[in-house]
C-alpha cells in the first residue's frame, strides 16, 4: 500500500543580498505520482437522544488537496461508499451497522445548494471550497450504540490516492437529556417554594426541604456515607427542568441522577461527568446544578451522594428542583432579577457617561426541530406596572438612550437558548439626573409562542454622582469637633468589638491607637458594609476623614442623604485614583463644592475592616 510522507524542510538563506528563501514545507502523498487526497480522512459524530426530540451538533469542514503544485485543473467528487466502510469494519474487527446515506448532510462549505465537484486549480494545492458533512434527517430512528459511513474521493483531471482517497464518519448515539450550563440563570423555570410536603428515605431529612440551602450551625443534618443513595419523593408528578443539590461549602457532590413516576421504576437523566453540572454560590448557599432539556415529568429523584465528611452532617444541606407548570412552549428571559447600571455624572468636569452593559439570552421551555425566532423590544409601557408591584418610582428610561443589539436572536433548532442579546446605554446622558433612577422594560416576543411571566428583562439605571476632587494636600475645610448630636449605624449582620468600645466609638474623638479604642466589623461572606452617620442636623460636608485600623486606608463609597433614606453616590475615594489623601494616616477625601446633608453614608467593600473614627469637614 502507498504511504503519506511529510518532510519539513529547513528556510534557507540563498543569499545575504536577495535573502531569497525557500519553501520551509514540501509535502509529498504516495510519491513519486500527483495525487488528490484527503488528509481530513476521519470523523465521530455523536447524536443526542432526548424526551422530545433526537438531534446532532456534527459539522466538519475540510478542504480536497493535491501532494504536487505542477498539475493541470482537477475536479473532485465525494461518492457514498458501503463496500469501503465494511471494509473498514472487516480490518478493525467490528460489526457496526452502516448509516444509510440519507442521513448523511453532504454539501459545499457556504453554499449548500452548489453542486458537489471541488474544483483544485492548475498549480495550486487546496480545493476552492471545502467540504461539509453534518447529518440530516430524522435521528430518532438511530438507535444501535454507533454507526459506519464512508466516503470515496474520485478526481477528474488526475489520480487519487490510495491510502488517502476514503472517508470515514463515525456516528455514536446517547440518550441524555442533561442540558450544560455555565450560569444558574441558565435553568429554566421557577423552584417552588414550598416543599413542606416532599420527604427523603434519610432520617432527618426535613432540612433539606426548608430555607436556602446555606448551612446552619443550628440545624441538624442527617449523618450520611460516601456513596449513599437518596430518593425523594415529591409526593406529586412535576415537569422538572432542573436539579438543585445544596452542600455544605462544597464539601460533597451528588452524581447518577434518576428519575421515576411511580417509585419502581428509574431512568438515568444521563451522563454528568465533565462539565454535565456546574457547583456555585446563590446566596450564601453553596449549590450544584444540573439542567435538562425540555421537561421530564416525574415524581422521585433518586441521586447519589460522595464525600469526606458526610458523616459529621458536612453534606447535603438542602434541595429543590426547578419546574414549569404547563407543556406549552414559553418563552422566557434568562435573568429574572434587574440588572443595575449607573450613569457616572463628573460634576467637576461636567462629563455624563457609563459603562453599563447587560448581556441576556431567552430561554424556551420546550425545544424545537425548526427552532424559534425572537425579538427583544423596548416596552416603556410597563414601568409603572413594576413600580406598582415593588414599590418603586423609577422613570421611564428615554428610548434614545438605549441601545439593544442582537435582536431578533435565534434559538435554533433542538436548543432551549438563544444568541445573547445586548443591552447598553447611548446618546446624551447629562439630562439623565433624577435623584428616583430609571427603569428600561426589555419585553421579548416570539411570534405563535407564548411568552412566560417571566418574559421581561428590567434595566435599572442609577445616578452616581463624582464630586470627589483629585490629588488633595490638605484638610478640606474644617474638621467637626463637636459629634454630641451625632448617632450611627452599620448594617453588619455579626462583629466583634474590641475592648468596651461598640459601635459609637467610631464618632467619639478618640483616635488612640491602643488596639481597643476602635470598632471592628466582620461579616460572614458579606463583603459590602454601609456605615450611616446621622448628623442630627444639616452640615454643609466639604470632604470625609476615615481613620483605620490597618494601614493604609482601604477604598471606600460615599453617599448622603437629606432624609436618611434617600441616598445619592458622591463618588469612591481611592488612593490608585488620586481621589483619597494619606494625611495623618488617615484616609482623607475632598468634595468639589460643599454638599448639604443630614446623614452620610461610607461603604466599605470588605468582609472585615476596623475603623478607630469616622469624621467629616465642613466649608
Same mark, same amino acid.
Given at each position: 500500500?502507498?504511504?503519506?510522507?511529510?518532510?519539513?524542510?529547513?528556510?534557507?538563506?540563498?543569499?545575504?543580498?536577495?535573502?531569497?528563501?525557500?519553501?520551509?514545507?514540501?509535502?509529498?502523498?504516495?510519491?513519486?505520482?500527483?495525487?488528490?487526497?484527503?488528509?481530513?480522512?476521519?470523523?465521530?459524530?455523536?447524536?443526542?437522544?432526548?424526551?422530545?426530540?433526537?438531534?446532532?451538533?456534527?459539522?466538519?469542514?475540510?478542504?480536497?488537496?493535491?501532494?504536487?503544485?505542477?498539475?493541470?485543473?482537477?475536479?473532485?467528487?465525494?461518492?457514498?461508499?458501503?463496500?469501503?466502510?465494511?471494509?473498514?469494519?472487516?480490518?478493525?474487527?467490528?460489526?457496526?451497522?452502516?448509516?444509510?446515506?440519507?442521513?448523511?448532510?453532504?454539501?459545499?462549505?457556504?453554499?449548500?445548494?452548489?453542486?458537489?465537484?471541488?474544483?483544485?486549480?492548475?498549480?495550486?494545492?487546496?480545493?476552492?471550497?471545502?467540504?461539509?458533512?453534518?447529518?440530516?434527517?430524522?435521528?430518532?430512528?438511530?438507535?444501535?450504540?454507533?454507526?459506519?459511513?464512508?466516503?470515496?474521493?474520485?478526481?477528474?483531471?488526475?489520480?487519487?490516492?490510495?491510502?488517502?482517497?476514503?472517508?470515514?464518519?463515525?456516528?455514536?448515539?446517547?440518550?441524555?437529556?442533561?442540558?450544560?450550563?455555565?450560569?444558574?440563570?441558565?435553568?429554566?423555570?421557577?423552584?417552588?417554594?414550598?416543599?413542606?410536603?416532599?420527604?427523603?428515605?434519610?432520617?432527618?431529612?426535613?432540612?433539606?426541604?426548608?430555607?436556602?440551602?446555606?448551612?446552619?450551625?443550628?440545624?441538624?443534618?442527617?449523618?450520611?456515607?460516601?456513596?449513599?443513595?437518596?430518593?425523594?419523593?415529591?409526593?406529586?408528578?412535576?415537569?422538572?427542568?432542573?436539579?438543585?443539590?445544596?452542600?455544605?461549602?462544597?464539601?460533597?457532590?451528588?452524581?447518577?441522577?434518576?428519575?421515576?413516576?411511580?417509585?419502581?421504576?428509574?431512568?438515568?437523566?444521563?451522563? +454528568?461527568?465533565?462539565?454535565?453540572?456546574? #457547583? /456555585?454560590?446563590?446566596?450564601? %448557599?453553596?449549590? $450544584?446544578?444540573? &439542567?435538562? =432539556? !425540555?421537561?421530564?415529568?416525574?415524581?422521585?429523584?433518586?441521586?447519589?451522594?460522595?464525600?469526606?465528611?458526610?458523616?459529621?452532617?458536612?453534606?447535603?444541606?438542602?434541595?429543590?428542583?426547578?419546574?414549569?407548570?404547563?407543556?406549552?412552549?414559553?418563552?422566557?428571559?434568562?435573568?429574572?432579577?434587574?440588572?443595575?447600571?449607573?450613569?457616572?455624572?463628573?460634576?467637576?468636569?461636567?462629563?455624563?457617561?457609563?459603562?453599563? +452593559?447587560?448581556?441576556?439570552?431567552?430561554? #424556551? /421551555?420546550?425545544?424545537?426541530? %425548526?427552532?424559534? $425566532?425572537?425579538? &427583544?423590544? =423596548? !416596552?416603556?409601557?410597563?414601568?409603572?406596572?413594576?413600580?406598582?408591584?415593588?414599590?418603586?418610582?423609577?422613570?421611564?428610561?428615554?428610548?434614545?438612550?438605549?441601545?439593544?443589539?442582537?435582536?431578533?436572536?435565534?434559538?435554533?433548532?433542538?436548543?432551549?437558548?438563544?444568541?445573547?442579546?445586548?443591552?447598553?446605554?447611548?446618546?446624551?446622558?447629562?439630562?439623565?439626573?433624577?435623584?428616583?433612577?430609571?427603569?428600561?422594560?426589555?419585553?421579548?416576543?416570539?411570534?405563535?409562542?407564548?411568552?412566560?411571566?417571566?418574559?421581561?428583562?428590567?434595566?435599572?439605571?442609577?445616578?452616581?454622582?463624582?464630586?470627589?476632587?483629585?490629588?488633595?494636600?490638605?484638610?478640606?475645610?474644617?474638621?467637626?469637633?463637636?459629634?454630641?448630636?451625632?448617632?450611627?449605624?452599620?448594617?453588619?449582620?455579626?462583629?466583634?468589638?474590641?475592648?468596651?468600645?461598640?459601635?459609637?466609638?467610631?464618632?467619639?474623638?478618640?483616635?488612640?491607637?491602643?488596639?481597643?479604642?476602635?470598632?471592628?466589623?466582620?461579616?460572614?461572606?458579606?463583603?459590602?458594609?454601609?456605615?450611616?452617620?446621622?448628623?442630627?442636623?444639616?452640615?454643609?460636608?466639604?470632604?470625609?476623614?476615615?481613620?483605620?485600623?490597618?494601614?493604609?486606608?482601604?477604598?471606600?463609597?460615599?453617599?448622603?442623604?437629606?432624609?436618611?433614606?434617600?441616598?445619592?453616590?458622591?463618588?469612591?475615594?481611592?488612593?490608585?485614583?488620586?481621589?483619597?489623601?494619606?494625611?495623618?494616616?488617615?484616609?482623607?477625601?475632598?468634595?468639589?463644592?460643599?454638599?448639604?446633608?443630614?446623614?452620610?453614608?461610607?461603604?466599605?467593600?470588605?468582609?472585615?475592616?476596623?475603623?478607630?473614627?469616622?469624621?467629616?469637614?465642613?466649608?
Amino acid at each position: 500500500m502507498k504511504k503519506l510522507t511529510v518532510f519539513a524542510a529547513i528556510a534557507a538563506l540563498v543569499s545575504l543580498a536577495s535573502c531569497t528563501r525557500e519553501d520551509p514545507y514540501t509535502l509529498t502523498v504516495d510519491a513519486p505520482e500527483t495525487l488528490t487526497y484527503l488528509d481530513h480522512k476521519y470523523d465521530e459524530a455523536q447524536v443526542l437522544h432526548r424526551s422530545i426530540l433526537s438531534a446532532s451538533k456534527f459539522s466538519s469542514v475540510f478542504p480536497i488537496k493535491v501532494n504536487k503544485a505542477k498539475h493541470d485543473e482537477i475536479r473532485a467528487t465525494l461518492t457514498y461508499d458501503k463496500a469501503a466502510a465494511e471494509a473498514y469494519n472487516a480490518s478493525e474487527g467490528t460489526t457496526y451497522p452502516i448509516l444509510e446515506e440519507s442521513y448523511i448532510a453532504l454539501s459545499k462549505y457556504g453554499d449548500e445548494s452548489a453542486a458537489l465537484e471541488w474544483t483544485v486549480p492548475a498549480g495550486e494545492r487546496t480545493s476552492v471550497d471545502s467540504v461539509q458533512f453534518a447529518l440530516k434527517g430524522d435521528l430518532s430512528a438511530l438507535q444501535e450504540p454507533v454507526y459506519l459511513a464512508a466516503y470515496r474521493l474520485e478526481a477528474k483531471g488526475g489520480s487519487v490516492s490510495e491510502e488517502y482517497g476514503t472517508y470515514i464518519l463515525k456516528v455514536t448515539t446517547e440518550h441524555s437529556l442533561i442540558r450544560k450550563i455555565t450560569a444558574l440563570s441558565e435553568l429554566v423555570g421557577s423552584s417552588p417554594a414550598d416543599r413542606s410536603a416532599w420527604t427523603a428515605d434519610v432520617d432527618g431529612y426535613e432540612a433539606y426541604f426548608t430555607g436556602d440551602g446555606s448551612y446552619s450551625w443550628g440545624a441538624s443534618y442527617p449523618d450520611l456515607t460516601d456513596g449513599q443513595v437518596i430518593t425523594v419523593d415529591l409526593h406529586e408528578e412535576h415537569l422538572i427542568t432542573g436539579l438543585k443539590i445544596y452542600t455544605a461549602y462544597g464539601y460533597a457532590n451528588a452524581s447518577d441522577f434518576m428519575y421515576s413516576t411511580d417509585g419502581t421504576t428509574f431512568t438515568s437523566f444521563g451522563n +454528568t461527568e465533565g462539565d454535565g453540572t456546574i #457547583t /456555585t454560590e446563590e446566596g450564601n %448557599a453553596t449549590v $450544584q446544578a444540573v &439542567a435538562f =432539556y !425540555d421537561y421530564v415529568p416525574a415524581r422521585y429523584i433518586r441521586f447519589t451522594i460522595h464525600g469526606s465528611y458526610l458523616s459529621w452532617g458536612y453534606g447535603l444541606t438542602g434541595f429543590n428542583i426547578t419546574e414549569v407548570t404547563t407543556t406549552e412552549a414559553e418563552i422566557s428571559v434568562s435573568a429574572s432579577a434587574p440588572f443595575e447600571g449607573k450613569i457616572i455624572h463628573n460634576m467637576a468636569s461636567d462629563k455624563h457617561t457609563s459603562e453599563f +452593559t447587560a448581556d441576556f439570552t431567552a430561554m #424556551t /421551555t420546550l425545544s424545537s426541530a %425548526a427552532g424559534y $425566532q425572537v425579538s &427583544a423590544e =423596548y !416596552d416603556g409601557s410597563l414601568v409603572a406596572a413594576f413600580n406598582a408591584a415593588n414599590g418603586t418610582s423609577y422613570v421611564a428610561l428615554p428610548a434614545e438612550n438605549l441601545n439593544i443589539s442582537g435582536s431578533p436572536a435565534k434559538i435554533a433548532a433542538g436548543e432551549m437558548a438563544s444568541a445573547p442579546f445586548t443591552v447598553s446605554l447611548k446618546g446624551d446622558l447629562s439630562g439623565l439626573m433624577d435623584n428616583a433612577g430609571y427603569l428600561a422594560p426589555i419585553a421579548l416576543k416570539c411570534d405563535g409562542v407564548k411568552m412566560s411571566e417571566n418574559s421581561v428583562a428590567y434595566v435599572v439605571i442609577t445616578n452616581s454622582y463624582v464630586y470627589l476632587l483629585s490629588g488633595i494636600t490638605s484638610a478640606p475645610g474644617t474638621e467637626v469637633t463637636d459629634k454630641s448630636g451625632w448617632s450611627v449605624t452599620a448594617d453588619v449582620p455579626s462583629h466583634s468589638v474590641y475592648g468596651s468600645k461598640d459601635i459609637h466609638s467610631i464618632i467619639d474623638n478618640d483616635v488612640t491607637r491602643d488596639g481597643v479604642s476602635h470598632y471592628q466589623f466582620y461579616s460572614w461572606r458579606a463583603r459590602v458594609t454601609n456605615i450611616i452617620v446621622d448628623f442630627g442636623t444639616t452640615l454643609n460636608v466639604s470632604g470625609v476623614r476615615v481613620n483605620p485600623t490597618d494601614l493604609p486606608c482601604m477604598d471606600y463609597d460615599v453617599a448622603y442623604s437629606t432624609d436618611g433614606t434617600n441616598f445619592i453616590e458622591l463618588g469612591t475615594a481611592s488612593m490608585s485614583t488620586g481621589t483619597m489623601a494619606n494625611l495623618n494616616s488617615d484616609g482623607v477625601c475632598g468634595l468639589y463644592k460643599a454638599v448639604p446633608m443630614t446623614h452620610l453614608r461610607v461603604t466599605m467593600h470588605s468582609n472585615y475592616f476596623g475603623m478607630y473614627e469616622l469624621g467629616v469637614f465642613t466649608k
